[in-house]
């Protein structure tokens, strides 16, 4: 099993910058691929963006291409999102995940181990 913590969130005026970390402890060295996913009330849990641990081949959500940027230290076993250029449409509550197969996804069921989630608040 693979536990995931994330920390960081808060709240940012429109613009600012926030970032995340999630933090896995447990049968780290299962973990192929991670993710950061978000949920904003009354919507679906979207994807952010993932990260290949081993290779660190990087994607992203259109939305947030150009402002947000996924990252791992695989010595601290730590997945990062730093995000920039914040939009008020950006608040929600966002979820660290992770997967055990190094293969891109985008879809939730990619990944089998999730943070208890960070919320996130942009105000205009």
């Known amino acids: 099993q693979v536990q995931l913590v994330e920390s960081g969130g808060g709240l940012v005026q429109a613009g600012g910058s926030l970032r995340l970390s999630c933090a896995a402890s447990?049968?780290?060295?299962?973990?192929?691929?991670g993710g950061w996913f978000r949920q904003a009330p009354g919507k679906e849990r979207e994807f952010v963006a993932g990260?290949?641990?081993?290779?660190?081949?990087?994607y992203y959500a259109d939305s947030v291409k150009g402002r947000f940027t996924i990252s791992r230290d695989n010595v601290k076993k730590t997945q990062y999102l730093q995000m920039n250029s914040l939009k008020p449409e950006d608040t929600a509550v966002y979820y660290c995940?992770?997967?055990?197969?190094?293969?891109?996804?985008?879809?939730?069921?990619?990944?089998?181990?999730w943070g208890q989630g960070t919320q996130v608040t942009v105000s205009s």
């Open positions: 990260i290949i641990w081993s290779g660190g081949n990087v």
């Open positions: 995940a992770a997967g055990n197969v190094a293969v891109a996804g985008r879809a939730a069921d990619r990944y089998r181990y």
């Open positions: 447990g049968r780290t060295f299962s973990i192929g691929n």
